[in-house]
């Protein structure tokens, strides 16, 4: 269920939209070119990466994929750090905006409230099994769970 909170929403699980995915034609059908060794970079950078999930449409593949982290605060700090990598190359979410399809670098970006809502192939897969939440949020919800913890604890220290 998506939060009410004002602040700028993100997709949880923690997803990165990576765009522009080398593909090459078979018998008149996209095919992925490089996923599996992309995944397999990425982590061996240390990246907590789940999942990495190409997106198909009925040509095949799109080009695009997402790639979901570890649901937990490392997760979300390596998917942030993920992010700001490709921020860094000026291969982030306005580039891409801004791209010709003529370039043969691939972007990627933070999945936002924005890309949740867009109705394509990337909006579709997101809306499918995941939800909107915020960074406010997010804080609250892990200072309620170590406030639970150290009731916890309190509770059995007076118990003995």
Known sequence: MADTNDSARIVKPWTVIVANLPVRIENNIRVDNCSINLERHWKRQGYLINTFQPLYDYRGHSGFALVEFS??????????????????????????????????????????????????????????????????????????????????????????
């Open 71 to 160: 649901r937990d605060l490392k997760g979300l700090k390596s998917a942030f750090l993920f992010d700001i990598s490709f921020v860094e190359k000026r291969q982030g979410k306005a580039e891409w905006d801004e791209a010709s399809e003529q370039t043969n670098e691939f972007f990627a970006w933070m999945a936002s409230e924005e890309d949740y809502n867009k109705n394509d192939i990337v909006g579709c897969n997101l809306t499918n099994s995941r939800d909107l939440t915020s960074v406010p949020n997010i804080q609250m919800q892990e200072a309620r769970h170590y406030r639970m913890v150290l009731c916890n604890l309190s509770e059995k220290v007076y118990i003995q």
